[in-house]
Nanobody
Framework: QVRLVESGGGLVQAGGSLRLSCAASGRTFSSYAMGWFRQAPGKEREFVAAINWSGGSTYYVDSVKGRFTISRDNAKNTVYLQMNSLKPEDTAVYYC?????????????????WGQGTRVTVSS
């Protein structure tokens, strides 16, 4: 049973930073890609960032490029999302997710496992 547990959310002022973590268990973490998604109030869940199994390949939605960084530590079975220069429009519940393969993907339907989410609120 794959389990994903996010942490690191909270309330921050615009321009501030947060680092989200997602601890994975239940299978060989280093063999699989990982992704972050978010869902703002009243909106659909959207892709934020993804990373392949080794960390050598990453991809971001345009709205976070240059501000967010996804990374992973395979020794700690953890994926991170460093969020800098936060904006009020980044306010959302952020979800960690894992597909059942090693290459990164932006397609939410390809992600088989999901965490419970961590809330990020950016005040103006």
């Amino acid at each position: 049973q794959v389990r994903l547990v996010e942490s690191g959310g909270g309330l921050v002022q615009a321009g501030g930073s947060l680092r989200l973590s997602c601890a994975a268990s239940g299978r060989t973490f280093s063999s699989y890609a990982m992704g972050w998604f978010r869902q703002a109030p009243g909106k659909e869940r959207e892709f934020v960032a993804a990373i392949n199994w080794s960390g050598g390949s990453t991809y971001y939605v345009d709205s976070v490029k240059g501000r967010f960084t996804i990374s992973r530590d395979n020794a700690k079975n953890t994926v991170y999302l460093q969020m800098n220069s936060l904006k009020p429009e980044d306010t959302a519940v952020y979800y960690c997710a894992a597909p059942d393969f090693s290459d990164l993907t932006i397609d939410a339907l390809s992600y088989e496992f999901w965490g419970q989410g961590t809330r990020v609120t950016v005040s103006s």
